[in-house]
């Protein structure tokens, strides 16, 4: 029904940027909430932040509050997290995620290592 590719992670210095990208292919979603989910080498799975499509409400952990934004561009079915001034704690895997009809749809994941 949905694939999500993300894309973006790789390697970068405490206090740096990354983008990061999540496509989803099979048809408009546009109505639908996306997300981003991140787990931790030993850790479960985290929320990060998400999005919704009426309004375009937007919401965060507490601890990227401030550093990171959610946004999404319906017309290309993707969704991005900017991700500024990085800490080693934000070190993880990065999942997006979508909803339709009450069931959430994950992509595979990308890796950000966030180093010191």
């Known amino acids: 029904q949905v694939q999500l590719v993300e894309s973006g992670g790789g390697l970068v210095q405490a206090g740096g940027a990354l983008r990061l990208s999540c496509a989803a292919s099979?048809?408009?979603?546009?109505?639908?909430?996306m997300g981003w989910f991140r787990q931790a080498p030993g850790k479960g799975r985290e929320f990060v932040a998400r999005?919704?499509?009426?309004?375009?409400?937007?919401y965060y952990a507490d601890s990227v509050k401030g550093r990171f934004t959610i946004s999404r561009d319906n017309a290309k079915n993707t969704v991005y997290l900017q991700m500024n001034s990085l800490k080693t704690e934000d070190t993880a895997v990065y999942y997006c995620?979508?909803?339709?009809?009450?069931?959430?749809?994950w992509g595979k994941g990308t890796l950000v290592t966030v180093s010191s």
């Open positions: 099979g048809r408009t979603f546009g109505i639908n909430p």
């Open positions: 995620t979508i909803q339709i009809n009450g069931a959430n749809y």
């Open positions: 999005i919704v499509a009426t309004g375009g409400n937007t």
